[in-house]
Nanobody, 122 residues
């Protein structure tokens, strides 16, 4: 069974930094895109940043220059370095992966982590 496990969330002061990690485990044949979404209280989930196996990225305009996504393909892990945190960045951050599991090797499937909470407060 495939699992995505996030870590690294927490309470940070405005202007502070965090690094989120997400590791995919289980019987995985291939992973295409991995990335991060977030849901703030009272808002819909939104894409934050994604990265393909080849390194191509797609990100939310408001995080440009402050968030940096990286990926270790050998470890099936994606990272999100968050700098200059703002109160509006507070949300539950979810890891997402588009992957082929060994249990269904004929198509990509979307998998989600449980989420990690980022709180921004002084």
């Amino acid at each position: 069974q495939v699992q995505l496990v996030e870590s690294g969330g927490g309470l940070v002061q405005p202007g502070g930094s965090l690094r989120l990690s997400c590791a995919a485990s289980g019987s995985i044949i291939s992973i295409n895109a991995m990335g991060w979404y977030r849901r703030a209280p009272g808002k819909q989930r939104e894409l934050v940043d994604t990265i393909t196996a080849g390194g191509g990225t797609n990100y939310l305009d408001s995080v440009n220059g402050r968030f940096t996504i990286a990926r270790d393909n050998a470890k099936n892990t994606v990272y999100l370095k968050i700098n200059s945190l703002k109160p509006e960045d507070a949300a539950v951050y979810y890891c997402n992966a588009d992957l082929i599991p060994a249990t269904d090797p004929f198509r990509y499937r979307e998998s989600w982590g449980q989420g990690t909470l980022v709180t921004v407060s002084s």
